[in-house]
């Protein structure tokens, strides 16, 4: 098993919004995080995904669940 701490981040954002520039920050820890996002994207708000800290299978764990959102509300998902 790898153990592997992965200091990454991801950014969902919205077209036309100016997204990359401005967005609220989650870090994933936990399953809970990701009402964080969910949350933010509802209302429209861009999010950066932050794993800083995080094992590489917490990462591979709650990608597939980001990408599901983000076509879900309709952003655009940038590593």
């Known amino acids: ?3 592997t701490k992965f200091d990454a981040s991801i950014i969902l954002g919205f ?13 994933i820890s936990s399953y809970d995080s990701l009402k964080n ?5 509802q209302s429209g708000r861009s999010v ?4 800083d800290g995080a094992l590489e299978q917490v990462k591979a764990r709650y ?5 599901g959102m983000s076509c879900y509300f309709g952003a655009e998902l940038r590593a």
Not at 63 to 67: E, V
């Open 15 to 27: 077209k036309g919004l100016n997204v990359f520039r401005r967005f609220n920050t989650v870090n």
């Open 48 to 51: 950066r995904v932050s794993f």
């Open 1 to 3: 098993m790898n153990k």
């Open 37 to 41: 996002v969910r949350s933010c994207l």
């Open 63 to 67: 990608i597939n669940y980001l990408q």
